[in-house]
């Protein structure tokens, strides 16, 4: 029930109502609440499971080669049911939403220390302030690309990864591996500056980060 409830507000939204997750996962609506007690303990649920495949898969793709990545990832079907889940969850703007972003943001930061200990990217000088960066980026540009390019089908989660995936792989690896500017002078004026010791970032919901 869990995983129809997942593909369900994925596909179509949080609005979807109970008895489509039911009809989703070839059981009553009647079992769901008796299962999770409310369609709010539903989402949670959904939430924490959404992160953690979420988590995983980032963890995973730190242990595989790049040709075992790109051998799995521009077909997968789950990643295309985790980007329309967050791209749901960013988009509904709720308490839940601000919330799940912050988790993303923690789950950032966390990785990010993790490949810098294994020397796979360079540090920063405020790891915190890359992560949440990084997240509302990428956060940014996913609801932009799917206000642009909604899907024909949400329900085909492979063909939805395959055409996200099309679109923003090559420019994002270039970005991270080779740079934009062709020297530092910016950052070397920023940081001559001393502005670099900016305040801690506000949450997701606030004035500060908006």
């Known amino acids: ?18 008895r489509a997750i039911a009809a989703r996962a070839g059981v009553t609506a009647g079992l769901v609440r008796h299962h999770f007690g409310s ?61 799940f972003t912050e988790q993303l943001i923690e789950e950032a930061l966390n990785l ?23 997240v509302l980026q990428s956060l940014g540009a996913l609801v932009l690309h799917f206000a ?11 063909t939805v990864m395959q055409e996200y995936y099309a679109q923003v792989a090559l420019p994002t690896l270039e970005l991270f591996s080779e740079g934009l500017f062709t020297d530092p002078a910016y950052l070397n004026e920023y940081l001559a500056a001393g502005t670099a010791d900016v305040p801690p970032a506000g949450s997701a919901g606030t004035a500060e980060s908006r």
């Open 148 to 158: 642009l390019n909604p899907p024909q089908d949400p329900e085909d989660f492979a």
């Open 1 to 18: 029930m869990r995983d129809a409830a997942i593909e369900a507000f994925a596909a179509q939204g949080f609005d979807v109502s109970l």
């Open 112 to 134: 990010l220390d993790r490949s810098v200990q294994r020397g796979l990217i360079v540090p920063s000088r405020n790891e915190p302030a890359r992560a949440r960066f990084l």
């Open 39 to 99: 369609k709010e303990a539903l989402r949670a649920e959904c939430d924490a499971t959404v992160l953690e495949r979420y988590r995983r898969m980032k963890e995973d793709s730190l242990e595989a080669s790049p040709q075992q990545v790109f051998n799995h990832l521009p077909s997968s079907r789950e990643g295309g049911v985790l980007i329309l889940y967050i791209l749901r969850s960013v988009r509904d703007g709720a308490q839940a939403g601000t919330q």
